[in-house]
């Protein structure tokens, strides 16, 4: 019988004091310490990378149970999963500088994208036109680039130089793109044209403390922000104020995803207790 620990959390917001309940949605060690890219498919099923060993992909039932999905091949470690709109799975294949695929049906593995000029491609978000947006650090020398990757696997450099590129989100109408950079602490956006063109960088917030890794918008466009180290997810409204922020029960979080019936459940990994924790929020997230 699987054991849940679940704990009474304050959530902070900069003008009131509510309670909160997180709690654990699967048992420990089910995954590895490198637990990260959680994505539901238009089924609803939850798949989460590094599933008992690195370098897998698990699928996560309803009830918190979880088995493995899929092999990757020798060499290659997930980060990130999407789904494009044919239900293909999208990774980010960080060691092999690759984008993957994986068929759905049969589970086989092909390169979807591959760039000699990636560092080591971290996360994911797509469109409704099946662009993905990569985020790619370098984490020896705390520098990072942004990448397109249209739906014939082509990969355009959209901006060089950047610090530590690590969560990366579209707001729900998608004409805003949020990117991060988790050594300087600085979360940027930009405006994104209908071809998928970025400009008109801003620096939307900088924290002072923690790091920072996966990013999710809710339905009414507000951001959250998984503080890796700190254990809490700072939510942002869309114009750059800071709403709340939510104690999870590990410190290393690092990434999101929401689902559930209503899209109100919210699903964190974890990679300290290796684990997903999960908590109800007020609002769906934004595909919802």
Request: proline fraction near 3%; hydrophobic fraction near 35%; glycine fraction near 8%.
């Amino acid at each position: 019988m699987k054991a849940f620990f679940i704990s009474l959390i304050i959530v902070i917001c900069s003008s009131c004091s509510t309670t909160s309940v997180v709690s654990d949605f699967t048992a420990a060690d089910l995954f590895t310490g490198s637990i990260e890219g959680p994505a539901f498919d238009a089924n609803g099923a939850l798949y989460v990378v590094n599933f008992r060993r690195n370098g897998t992909i698990g699928k996560v039932d309803a009830d918190g149970s979880a088995d493995l999905f899929v092999e990757l091949p020798q060499g290659s470690v997930a980060n990130s999963i999407k789904f494009n709109s044919r239900g293909d799975m999208l990774l980010a294949d960080y060691p092999m500088h690759n984008v993957l695929m994986v068929d759905m049906k049969t589970k086989s593995v092909s390169v979807f994208s591959h760039n000699e000029s990636f560092n080591q491609p971290n996360d994911l978000c797509i469109n409704k036109n099946d662009q993905l947006f990569a985020s790619d650090p370098h984490w020896k020398t705390n520098s990072g680039k942004l990448w397109r990757i249209d739906p014939d696997g082509s990969s355009t450099l959209l901006e060089d130089s950047m610090g530590t590129t690590n969560g990366i989100e579209l707001s729900p109408n998608e004409k805003t793109l949020y990117v991060n950079e988790s050594i300087q602490r600085n979360v940027w956006k930009y405006s994104v044209n209908a071809a998928g063109n970025v400009s008109g960088k801003t620096l939307f917030y900088h924290f002072d403390d923690f790091g920072m890794d996966g990013m999710k918008c809710d339905k009414v466009g507000n951001l959250y922000i998984t503080r890796h180290g700190k254990g809490t997810i700072a939510v942002l409204s869309p114009d750059g104020v800071f709403l709340k922020e939510i104690l999870l029960n590990g410190k290393n979080c690092s990434n999101l995803v929401f689902g559930g019936r209503d899209g109100k459940n919210v699903f964190v990994t974890m990679q300290d207790r290796k684990i997903i924790e999960y908590f109800t929020n007020d609002i769906p997230g934004k595909s919802y």
